[in-house]
Each structure stands twice: as structure tokens, then as C-alpha cells.
């Protein structure tokens, strides 16, 4: 008897042992957006900035953000968003500071003063940022620890945007207003906050990226001769190799090694906002056809021909892309004195929705 009852409970333990085995394992979900930040800029040059989050899932704005979090408004020149964690830095040209808040609630929890005009900003370690200062003509170097910048570095006229790869930080320096011009992306090692070279590209660089290929992308606006318009500059894209042999053994002769130029037939554009899809091979712009706005343009990294028909048409002031969903988003201005609307795109050039948000939206943050 008692070894049936013993048989019993092995058979038992081991058919429990069997069917836990087989349970198959949920996959996990995969990775959302929980939210889209749209910094608004506000009038020009005094109005308040606002922030508006959009709920992708949902597709529900709040309008406001910013002052609902925090009961005061936000304050002049709201230039551009970093979303670092739970902390989300928004740079603020017209109040030459950079307030950051908490990602999930919008509350402030610091802010860095000692800035001009600041522009943008990028993440180089855990503790250590890169902000351009477009009136001081440099980069600042900033520890989240400090309370202000410890170190300047001069680069070109009109720092804008920048991006890093492995130890080198790159610079558009985008020249002041009307025909001041520079044609400069200034190189700086990271390592040793010092510049390592300045790469030659056309007229007014404002915006690059890196693709699948290691090629640095460059767009540049261009020359607006509003005197004599046939004596405009057009718009340029252009590319530099960045290969890891060309960064570790020819860092001052980037631009030699390979490069390809491709300009806009119309030289009234001023293209600007380049972005690049998830799997690096797609780069979408703005091609600027109304001074401010224009339309969305799409080009393959491995096309040797630039592609000038609008991909999607429309009134187009800022232009962002989600990473994880791989989904674009256009912000429309109007007419630049009321509220305006962002519009979402599938790659395709599909619309999933549209919304209305602040006045000018003009850069996104997603989390």
C-alpha cells in the first residue's frame, strides 16, 4: 500500500513538473511611447513658451503642460527639448536658462542659468551636456551637478544643432541672420573639450544625422538674397564617411575621404529639421517653400539622386520623429499668432491623426 501511494506521488510530482515546463512563457509587450512633448515657442520675441503632451495610444493632447505642473508659465524662447530619463531639459533661449523637469509630471526640479541664447543641447555621459550658445559663438559645457556651464569652447557663427558619435561632438554652425553666413560643422573631442577640426560644407548648416552606413549628414539652408532672389544660394544635403578608420587615423581630413552634394534646384528654399528613421536609411526634411514653412521631403541614404517632389505636402514649421513607434510628426504654425496643429505620420506618409497645440510648435520630446 505504501509503495502504491509513494508511486502515486512521484507520478503526481512529476506530471506537475511536466506541465509547468510546457506553460509557454507570455512574450513581453513591446515598447510604446507613453508620451509626445511638443514645445510650443509662444509669439515672438515675449510670449511664453508651453508644452503640450500628446498620448500616442490614446491620440488625447494636453494642452498647457508646463503651467498646469506648476501654476506659473514657462517663459520667453523655447528653442528645443532633450528627454534624458526622468529628467526633460528645455532649453530657453529668451530666458538664457534651461529649465528641467520631471518626465512624468512636468514639474521643474532644477534650473542652469549662465547662458546667452542658448539653442540646444545634447547628452555626452551621465552627468556631462553640451549646450550651443548661438550670441556667445560656442558650445558650454555643462555637469547636471553644477548649477551653471564650467567651460566654454568658440566654435563658428550661430552654433545650432549637434550630435555625437563615439568621442567626437559635432557642431552646425549656422551663421547669423539674413546673408551673415557660415559654412562650417565644428569637430570637438569630447575627451578633452578642445576642437579637433572644422569641416567645410555649404551655406548655413542647421541640422545632421548619422545613418546605418556611418555617413554624417549634413542639410544646409542656403543664402536668401531678398535684394536680387536670382542671387540666392540654394539649399544643400550633403554627407561625410565617418567611418571608424576615417575618425581614428584622418580626424582633420573627414571631408576628403568621401562626400556627396546634393543641391536644390529651387534656391529659394531653406530647408532645415533633418531627421532620420529608426533603421537609418530614410532622412526626412523640411524644404522651407514659404520663408518659414514648407513641406516634408523624403530622401534614401543610398540614393545618389536628391528627390524634390514633396513627400508630404503640407505647412510645415518643425518636424519630428518617434523612434520607437517610427512614426513622424509635423508641427503646422498657421498663421503663427494662434494656436497651431501637429500632424502624425506612419512612414509611408500615411496620417494617423492631427491635434491642436500650442502657438508655433516648434520641437518634440518623446518618452
Not at 552654433?159 to 562650417?184: C, Q, W, Y
Not at 560643422?185 to 579637433?196: F, G, K, M, P, S
Request: aromatic residues 10%.
Amino acid at each position: 500500500m505504501r509503495a502504491n501511494i509513494l508511486n502515486i506521488c512521484v507520478l503526481g510530482a512529476l506530471l506537475i513538473t511536466s506541465a509547468c515546463k510546457d506553460d509557454p512563457k507570455p512574450d513581453p509587450l513591446p515598447p510604446t511611447t507613453k508620451a509626445v512633448i511638443i514645445g510650443n515657442t509662444g509669439l515672438t520675441p515675449a510670449g511664453s513658451g508651453t508644452l503640450t503632451s500628446y498620448n500616442p495610444e490614446l491620440q488625447v493632447p494636453n494642452n498647457n503642460a508646463f503651467q498646469k505642473a506648476n501654476t506659473y508659465a514657462m517663459g520667453a524662447g523655447l528653442n528645443s527639448i532633450l528627454v534624458d530619463g526622468d529628467k526633460t531639459f528645455l532649453v530657453m533661449g529668451g530666458n538664457s536658462e534651461i529649465i528641467v523637469v520631471n518626465t512624468s509630471n512636468y514639474k521643474v526640479v532644477k534650473r542652469f542659468t549662465g547662458f546667452s541664447t542658448p539653442r540646444h543641447i545634447v547628452k555626452a555621459t551621465n552627468n556631462k551636456y553640451y549646450v550651443s550658445d548661438w550670441q556667445e559663438e560656442g558650445v558650454h559645457v555643462l555637469y547636471y551637478n553644477q548649477k551653471s556651464p564650467t567651460k566654454f569652447i568658440y566654435t563658428g557663427l550661430g552654433p545650432e544643432r549637434m550630435l555625437i558619435k563615439d568621442d567626437l561632438l559635432f557642431v552646425a554652425n549656422s551663421g547669423g541672420p539674413g546673408t551673415i553666413a557660415d559654412s562650417t560643422v565644428t569637430v570637438i573631442n569630447t575627451n578633452v573639450d578642445t576642437v579637433t577640426t572644422d569641416l567645410q560644407v555649404a551655406f548655413k548648416p542647421n541640422s545632421m544625422q548619422i545613418d546605418n552606413r556611418n555617413q554624417l549628414w549634413v542639410l544646409c539652408a542656403g543664402i536668401q538674397d531678398a535684394l536680387d532672389p536670382l542671387n540666392s544660394l540654394p539649399g544643400q544635403l550633403m554627407s561625410f564617411d565617418l567611418s571608424k578608420d576615417s575618425l581614428a587615423y584622418y580626424p582633420d581630413s573627414i571631408i576628403s575621404i568621401d562626400t556627396l552634394d546634393l543641391k536644390l534646384t529651387n534656391n529659394q528654399l531653406r530647408p532645415h529639421d533633418l531627421v532620420i528613421n529608426k533603421a537609418g536609411d530614410i532622412l526626412y526634411f523640411i524644404d522651407n517653400e514659404n520663408g518659414n514653412d514648407g513641406n516634408i521631403l523624403l530622401h534614401r541614404v543610398q540614393n545618389p539622386n536628391l528627390k524634390q517632389t514633396p513627400f508630404i505636402q503640407g505647412f510645415f514649421y518643425s518636424l519630428g520623429y518617434d523612434m520607437v513607434q517610427e512614426e513622424l510628426y509635423g508641427g503646422s504654425p498657421g498663421n503663427y499668432l494662434l494656436n497651431g496643429e501637429v500632424h502624425r505620420y506612419r512612414e509611408n506618409g500615411n496620417q494617423i491623426d492631427f491635434f491642436t497645440a500650442g502657438i508655433i510648435p516648434s520641437c518634440f520630446g518623446f518618452k
